[in-house]
């Protein structure tokens, strides 16, 4: 038997919600959905019950990710800070004053 690490705890804790929603997913038709984020290909695919809302919460968090730190959005965040030189309102999740230097 192999010593448990660190590393192979996590990935059985990880692992042990699936083994045991095993038998319920395995019924559940995936949802899928292909598009872009972040300027390439994605497919998000979902078997679960929720598929659709958790499907409408991953890409409503791409969407905003996208809002911020996307590189071609010329909105984006990070693009006004690249054309601009600075950010007169910056998003609240960069503009924490933890985040300053």
Partial sequence: MRPLTRRRLLAISAALPLA????ALATQEPRIWHGFAMGARVEL????????RLARMALAEIARLEQVFSLYRPESALMRLNRDGRLD???PMISDST???
Avoid: F, K, V
């Fill in 45 to 52: 695919r979902l078997a679960h019950p929720e598929a659709a």
């Fill in 89 to 91: 309102a910056p998003p």
């Fill in 99 to 101: 985040c300053s230097a």
């Fill in 20 to 23: 045991a929603g095993a038998p």
